[in-house]
């Protein structure tokens, strides 16, 4: 096992080096500069345009609960996924019924029906309290998914300029090719499975699944969001009508979309639970004012 | 340190409204203080997609082999007037377009009258705002053609479509359908005035006997029941001044997405 240097300075901890460069052999308690103000910066303002993306996204799929592959999809048209909300034969309740490629989910509670703050059930694919806004308005919904849409295009523009620039994406993104060795991946994927927290050199950098993780979200998932809710837009493929071939067809895009939407909030879960798993206060630390804590090799 | 101190005030300022719009996203979303955030949405739609339009492409066209079935009807299916259902069991034949406003020559023509001017059919992809989509065949005038023969004035920038259906009952009328559309996209060659469905007189459940095609805009724009074209140079005389019965109830007066 590497012995890492003990840190001669007992009060490490209070300081900041001056610059990232400024790199020590793995100490303890050092504090690092991990986060620069355009990551952090764009970091925040993603997470608040995706969640009202996201909410104006299920008002709108709400008018229209059902999705298709192909190029066109409407009531009575079969879909790949739908979800609707039932009368019980019997007892006349109201039921929420998911249906995912032929089989059939009772749902209710969460999708299809769910129930208000009186306990009255309300009709509705995704909960009102899910929505934006919270109860009827295609118009409002449309208005702010559009809005938040070019704040997301913008936000992210400036993010993907600077991680070119910097040099962010080379030197933090993508893996070395050490790092993609399978034994150095499997020994990642251990880690992760027994909720490893990194310690030392290792803390320094993304492991390799993160970085693979980042790279799908901000080079596929995100672009994918982009270009499927452009091929939804009669005007952009009016210029573009290549979009329609991208993804099979109007209906296949809408499809698209809405998995790609459920991968980022997949993608959000996890990243959450890994902020956990690394320590909350270090990590948002780190992503508010940039400074983030080495814990130092263990046998220390 | 002072950097720090308004740096923090600035992280929480951001997260005070991150969260008062996520939690109070009911009360909130319709707020007229957050209204330009949408208003610059709108602008940035329409100036984007404006620019990716100056060649006035044309929607992609399908083949006969790919009209769907059961092309669902949206709106009205039949307008509830004594004068629509006279009109209609006399198979239209007192029907008449007006087209008026700002023209040199205001036009008055019957269905045969536009039966006789020269055609345009397309199979295109409808799409409405809920999401659904379906491919349908149109056969109609170009609406260009009318517009040049009936020959704008200079100040002319829009035309209204006034429709014959009634969508909400109301006491002054205000729940008439109307929609307008400015001249970039009055003028494309495909948008038409239609008067045929897949191949046979257009339906009444789809707006009979005259129906606008406007195919790189959604659904709510393409009013059916079409009586009147008005050639306008502002929107805010009619209903409540956006444009159209949906833009009047919240919708966007530019729909190209």
Redesign the interface.
């Known amino acids: 096992m590497a012995v890492a240097e003990q840190n001669p300075d007992a009060d490490a901890s209070r300081t900041v080096p001056q610059a990232p460069a400024a790199r020590k052999p793995a100490s303890t308690r050092e504090v690092m500069y991990r986060h620069s103000v355009a990551v952090r910066v764009t970091h925040w303002l993603n997470l608040l345009f995706l969640i009202l993306l996201l909410m104006s996204g299920l008002r709108i799929f709400n008018y229209h609960p059902a999705l298709y592959w192909g190029n066109y999809g409407y009531r009575g048209v079969p879909s790949v996924f739908s979800i609707r909300a039932v009368e019980d034969a019997e007892s006349g309740d109201p039921i929420g019924m998911t249906t995912l490629a032929g089989h059939i989910f009772i749902t209710t509670g969460v999708l299809g029906v769910s129930f208000d703050d009186d306990g009255m059930p309300v009709a509705g694919a995704f909960p009102n309290w899910l929505t934006l806004p919270g109860g009827p308005g295609l118009g409002l919904a449309r208005d702010w998914h559009f809005a938040m849409a070019w704040l997301f295009v913008l936000n992210g523009a400036v993010y993907l300029l600077f991680g070119l620039l910097s040099g962010h994406f080379r030197h933090d993104l993508v893996p070395a090719a050490s790092e993609l060795r399978p034994r150095h991946v499997l020994k990642d994927i251990w880690n992760h499975i027994r909720l490893h927290r990194p310690r030392g050199e290792a803390a320094r950098r993304y492991n390799v699944l993160q970085k693979i993780a980042y790279m799908i979200v901000v080079f596929v998932l995100l672009p994918v969001m982009v270009l499927s809710g452009l091929t939804m837009s009669p005007a952009v493929t009016a210029a573009l009508p290549f979009l329609f071939d991208l993804f099979g067809g109007r209906q296949s895009a809408r499809t698209i979309h809405f998995i790609a939407a459920n991968l980022i909030v997949l993608f959000v879960v996890v990243h959450v639970v890994m902020v956990l798993v690394a320590g909350v206060l270090n990590t948002m630390r780190s992503m508010i004012t940039g400074r983030y804590a080495i814990r130092p090799e263990v046998g220390q | 340190m002072k950097r720090l101190i308004s740096?923090r005030a600035l992280?929480a300022a951001?997260?005070a409204?991150?969260a008062s719009?996520?939690t109070g996203?009911?009360q909130i979303?319709?707020a007229p203080s957050l209204r330009w955030?949408?208003d610059?949405?709108?602008f940035?739609?329409l100036r984007a997609?404006r620019l990716?339009?100056s060649?006035q492409?044309?929607?992609?066209e399908?083949t006969e082999a790919?009209i769907?079935p059961?092309f669902?009807p949206n709106g009205t299916e039949r307008p509830n007037s004594m004068q629509y259902f006279q009109m209609m069991i006399s198979n239209f034949a007192s029907f008449r377009l007006t087209i008026d406003g700002m023209v040199k020559k205001p036009l008055s023509l019957s269905l045969d009258d536009l039966k006789a001017l020269p055609s345009h059919t397309q199979i295109t992809?409808h799409?409405?705002?809920?999401?659904?989509?379906?491919?349908g065949q149109w056969t109609g005038v170009p609406l260009g053609n009318l517009l040049r023969t009936a020959e704008l004035l200079p100040d002319a920038r829009y035309v209204v479509f006034h429709c014959l259906d009634e969508l909400v009952r109301t006491a002054d009328g205000s729940g008439f359908y109307y929609e307008s559309l400015d001249l970039f996209d009055a003028m494309h060659p495909q948008t038409i005035l239609a008067y045929g469905m897949n191949g046979r007189a257009l339906p009444v459940a789809h707006g009979a006997p005259l129906r606008l095609r406007v195919?790189?805009?959604?659904g709510y724009k393409h009013a059916k029941y079409v009586t009147r074209v008005e050639v306008v140079d502002r929107l805010n005389r009619f209903g409540k001044g956006k444009g159209g019965f949906?833009e009047d109830?919240?919708?966007?007066w530019y729909a190209?997405?």
Do not use: H, K
Not at chain 2, 127 to 135: L, R, T
Not at chain 2, 215 to 218: D, T
Not at chain 2, 249 to 252: D, L, M, N, S, T
């Open positions: 740096r992280v951001g997260s409204v991150a719009l996520v996203c009911e979303s319709d955030i949408l610059f949405g709108q940035m739609s997609q990716l339009l060649g492409p044309l929607v992609r399908y790919e769907t059961d669902p992809q799409n409405c705002d809920e999401g659904w989509s379906a491919i195919e790189r805009q959604i949906w109830r919240g919708y966007q190209g997405q």
